[in-house]
């Protein structure tokens, strides 16, 4: 309970105290018009309040993705609350105030034009192709998913596809939802609906919270436990956890969820609130299932402690999806009839409405590269309809293997933004808008990019999906993260001093 506790007041203290350090090294200036007032078109740039912008950003960028990753992390141990608390204070926050503060300072641009528009003209067309891969996967992942999970409580119509039956007339349902949350102006479904998701999300993890603590607060999981490795397969800490638990510390699909309401935001003192506050929600949320998931299975009759529990568990339920196994235990157990409710809503609310989002982030950043204007139906119809073809015909394609794929892209997405966000900070060190004292504010951004740059490389050489190195040559696999990051720092440094000279 101590450690939990803990945590929790330090990503407290982290908005607080970090966030607010966050907002004035970027140099936030009040006066500003913002997008949303000089671009207002009633599609993509409408002014909404604050508080509903930031349940929307929320519910965006959480989806499943603070839950599922978080379980999958207490697997490694309690070293997962550090990652969780740390990870969101000094990476996630800054990569989430910066990637949407930096859309809303460049007029409402996406992802790829921020970090092309940093990091150069062949970063942006790799970032364009990065994140559009990113988001109609994982669209097409949150189609499937829900979907099946439908079947299973409403059956109907379904078609054989590689030996099973696919849902495909719930496919199809999720499917129209998704065209009409791509094309409809945003504050007619996401803005008026996703308030309310966001706020049962919430309203969920609060529960277990509060159950878990009042009931089970000699179970928790401790950090005294010991911070070694309990992953059964042997996989290592560094950097497995570092990319298990995505959305709970950091993920770079936040910035491409990010722009979608920079374009709504009215002045840029909401920016450390809808931004850095929606990534220490998602923190929060992240902590307690991790340490749901750590304390639930825990029985001392059978000599079963905290995470061992847990691992028994899995070990019963081997080749299902344990986090959504977890998820729905956890919460019938705990908090009754309203929490299966909240199960079934969480395991197939929450991935739909982050996978209409990430489509509409697609529609963006194409709109964006291609300088169409979507104020026009017919236009947005032109985006959105090769966008949707994409999708669906994804839905036919067996790519179980690609997906694994998916959290490595996601972070590398992260640091190429954190990246873009060491460049622009360090570019506009002496703006009369910024306080002088803070011109080595690049450095929130540079240190978690360099960071994430070890992880991400590290991760593609060491991990099974990767080139799997063997576990008496992952030092290899270290040694050639290191150096590349390494080489990385060294191409800013150099950068920075021809630009410091110029």
Same mark, same amino acid.
């Given at each position: 309970?101590?450690?939990?506790?803990?945590?929790?007041v330090?990503l407290?203290?982290?908005?607080?105290?970090?966030?607010?350090?966050?907002?004035k090294?970027?140099?936030i200036?009040?006066?500003a018009?913002?997008?949303?007032?000089?671009k207002?078109?009633g599609?993509?740039f409408?002014?909404?309040?604050?508080?509903?912008?930031?349940?929307?950003?929320?519910?965006?960028?959480?989806?499943?993705g603070?839950?599922f990753g978080?379980?999958?992390?207490i697997?490694?141990?309690?070293?997962?609350?550090?990652?969780?608390v740390?990870?969101?204070?000094?990476?996630?926050?800054?990569h989430?105030?910066? @990637?949407?503060?930096l859309s809303?300072?460049?007029?409402g641009v996406?992802?790829?034009?921020?970090?092309?528009?940093?990091?150069?003209?062949?970063?942006?067309?790799?970032?364009?192709?990065?994140?559009?891969?990113?988001?109609l996967?994982?669209?097409?992942?949150?189609? @499937?998913?829900?979907?099946?999970?439908?079947?299973?409580l409403?059956?109907?119509?379904?078609?054989?596809?590689?030996g099973?039956a696919?849902?495909?007339?719930?496919?199809?349902?999720?499917?129209?939802?998704?065209?009409?949350?791509?094309?409809?102006?945003?504050?007619?479904?996401?803005?008026?609906?996703?308030?309310?998701?966001?706020?049962?999300?919430?309203?969920?993890?609060?529960?277990?919270?509060?159950?878990?603590?009042?009931?089970?607060?000699?179970?928790?999981?401790?950090?005294?436990?010991?911070?070694?490795?309990?992953?059964?397969?042997?996989?290592?800490?560094?950097?497995?956890?570092?990319?298990?638990?995505?959305?709970?510390?950091?993920?770079g699909?936040?910035?491409t *969820?990010?722009?979608?309401?920079s374009?709504?935001?009215?002045?840029?003192? *909401?920016?450390?609130?809808?931004?850095?506050?929606?990534m220490?929600?998602?923190?929060i949320?992240?902590?307690?299932w991790?340490?749901?998931?750590?304390t639930?299975?825990?029985?001392?009759? *059978?000599?079963?402690?905290?995470?061992?529990?847990?691992?028994a568990?899995?070990?019963?339920?081997?080749?299902?999806?344990?986090?959504?196994?977890?998820?729905?235990?956890?919460s019938?157990s705990?908090?009754?009839?309203?929490?299966?409710?909240?199960?079934?809503?969480g395991?197939?609310a929450?991935?739909?409405?982050?996978?209409?989002?990430?489509?509409?982030?697609?529609?963006?950043?194409?709109?964006?590269?291609?300088?169409?204007?979507?104020?026009?139906?017919?236009?947005?119809?032109?985006?959105?309809l090769?966008?949707f073809?994409?999708?669906?015909?994804?839905?036919?394609?067996?790519?179980?293997?690609?997906?694994?794929?998916?959290?490595?892209?996601?972070q590398?997405?992260?640091?190429f933004?954190?990246?873009?966000?060491?460049?622009?900070?360090?570019?506009?060190?002496?703006?009369?808008?910024?306080?002088?004292?803070?011109?080595?504010?690049?450095?929130i951004?540079?240190?978690?990019?360099?960071?994430?740059?070890?992880?991400?490389?590290?991760?593609?050489l060491?991990a099974?999906?990767?080139?799997?190195?063997?576990? *008496?040559?992952?030092?290899?696999?270290?040694?050639?993260?290191?150096?590349?990051?390494?080489?990385?720092?060294?191409?800013?440094t150099?950068?920075?001093?021809n630009?410091?000279?110029?």
């Amino acid at each position: 309970m101590i450690t939990f506790l803990v945590a929790l007041v330090v990503l407290i203290l982290g908005f607080v105290l970090y966030g607010t350090f966050v907002e004035k090294v970027f140099g936030i200036d009040p006066k500003a018009e913002t997008p949303a007032i000089t671009k207002n078109d009633g599609v993509d740039f409408v002014p909404m309040s604050g508080w509903r912008i930031f349940l929307v950003q929320f519910l965006n960028i959480a989806g499943l993705g603070p839950i599922f990753g978080a379980i999958m992390g207490i697997f490694f141990g309690p070293a997962a609350f550090l990652w969780i608390v740390f990870g969101t204070i000094f990476a996630g926050g800054v990569h989430d105030y910066l @990637s949407g503060m930096l859309s809303l300072r460049k007029g409402g641009v996406s992802l790829p034009e921020i970090v092309g528009g940093e990091l150069g003209s062949g970063i942006r067309v790799f970032m364009r192709m990065l994140s559009l891969v990113l988001l109609l996967l994982l669209t097409t992942t949150f189609l @499937s998913g829900p979907a099946t999970l439908l079947q299973g409580l409403a059956p109907l119509g379904t078609m054989p596809f590689h030996g099973r039956a696919l849902p495909i007339a719930w496919v199809l349902i999720i499917f129209a939802y998704y065209a009409l949350a791509t094309v409809l102006p945003v504050d007619k479904l996401i803005g008026r609906f996703y308030p309310i998701f966001g706020g049962m999300l919430l309203f969920m993890g609060i529960g277990i919270a509060v159950v878990m603590l009042a009931k089970h607060g000699s179970a928790m999981p401790e950090l005294t436990d010991g911070l070694y490795n309990r992953k059964a397969d042997g996989l290592p800490i560094f950097p497995m956890m570092f990319v298990s638990i995505a959305c709970g510390a950091i993920s770079g699909f936040h910035g491409t *969820q990010s722009p979608i309401m920079s374009r709504c935001l009215t002045n840029e003192r *909401q920016g450390r609130w809808i931004f850095y506050g929606a990534m220490v929600a998602e923190g929060i949320l992240a902590l307690i299932w991790a340490a749901a998931a750590g304390t639930f299975f825990a029985d001392p009759e *059978q000599g079963l402690y905290g995470i061992d529990g847990l691992q028994a568990f899995a070990a019963q339920h081997q080749g299902e999806n344990i986090a959504a196994l977890v998820v729905d235990v956890v919460s019938r157990s705990w908090l009754g009839t309203i929490g299966g409710i909240l199960a079934i809503i969480g395991v197939i609310a929450a991935p739909i409405t982050s996978g209409d989002t990430a489509l509409r982030s697609a529609r963006l950043i194409v709109a964006d590269f291609l300088h169409i204007d979507q104020k026009p139906k017919i236009k947005r119809l032109a985006i959105a309809l090769p966008l949707f073809a994409c999708v669906f015909g994804m839905v036919f394609v067996n790519f179980d293997i690609v997906w694994r794929y998916f959290s490595w892209t996601n972070q590398t997405l992260a640091m190429f933004t954190l990246w873009a966000g060491a460049v622009w900070l360090y570019r506009n060190q002496k703006s009369e808008i910024r306080n002088q004292k803070y011109s080595f504010g690049y450095l929130i951004a540079l240190i978690p990019a360099l960071f994430m740059t070890m992880v991400s490389t590290s991760y593609i050489l060491i991990a099974p999906e990767g080139f799997r190195l063997p576990e *008496q040559y992952r030092w290899i696999g270290y040694a050639i993260a290191g150096v590349i990051t390494l080489a990385c720092l060294c191409a800013f440094t150099f950068w920075a001093k021809n630009y410091k000279a110029k």
